[in-house]
């Protein structure tokens, strides 16, 4: 499984939008790009998925270049519920490999 | 619609033990995947299995096992449990072959002692 590469961890204060990029260095033509959001103790759930572009739904926006090798969540005025890890899968076979994700720290 | 539901969600074994865990998807979806989560090590992949048969495999030792049956359901096993298996076990469903949203369950919280 090619592993999709993300920062380790980043602070920001309520409020403010937080943005993490991923590489995709080895994405397929056919694969979409996909997030996912984790809390403590649960498993990972499915916030927001493109294939190009920009994608907007009610949590947050992805950002994905014409050439598909990286992606960008942006997350809008982040409150302390956003404090979690936050992990980009590759697609196709790829889907499965999570990686350590990137772990979000809201501060009041 | 059910979620994903795994079973038991704690347990607690002694080293040199073997454990199953189990995994029940959501109605309809046929790709079931497992999951180890370790602090700092994020979720490594254990193997994914599809219509009954392992379709992909991460790299962990033959200690840890699964199986799907007919109606989607999976279990997984580790034998001779070592303290490092101590972990959240996570599984996953996804509608089918490729399908690109994964569903977790709440997970197995694995204690060694």
């Known amino acids: 499984l090619a592993k999709t590469t993300q920062p380790i961890s980043m602070d920001s204060y309520e409020g403010q939008e937080v943005n993490i990029t991923c590489s995709h260095n080895?994405?397929?033509?056919?694969?979409?790009i996909t997030w996912y959001q984790q809390f403590p103790s649960q498993g990972p759930r499915f916030i927001i998925q493109?294939?190009?572009t920009k994608v907007t739904n009610e949590v947050a926006s992805l950002f994905i270049p014409a050439d598909r090798k990286s992606s960008t969540l942006s997350l809008p005025r982040v409150s302390l519920s956003d404090t979690a890890v936050y992990y980009c899968?590759?697609?196709?076979?790829?889907?499965?490999?999570f990686g350590k994700g990137n772990q979000v720290v809201v501060i009041p | 619609k059910a979620g994903v539901t795994q079973t038991p969600r704690y347990l607690i074994k002694t080293r040199g033990q073997q454990v199953t865990l189990s995994c029940s998807p959501i109605?309809?979806?046929?790709?079931v995947s497992w999951y180890q989560q370790t602090p700092g090590q994020g979720l490594q992949f254990l193997f994914e299995y599809f219509s009954e048969t392992q379709r992909n495999k991460g790299n962990f030792p033959g200690r840890f096992s699964g199986r799907q049956f007919s109606n989607s359901r999976s279990e997984m096993n580790v034998s001779t449990l070592e303290l490092g298996d101590s972990a959240l076990y996570l599984c996953a469903s996804t509608g089918g072959w490729g399908g690109t949203e994964a569903f977790f369950g709440q997970g197995t919280r694995l204690t060694v002692v």
């Open positions: 080895n994405i397929a033509t056919n694969d979409y």
């Open positions: 899968p590759g697609g196709g076979n790829n889907r499965l490999a």
């Open positions: 109605s309809g979806h046929r790709s």
């Open positions: 493109g294939y190009k």
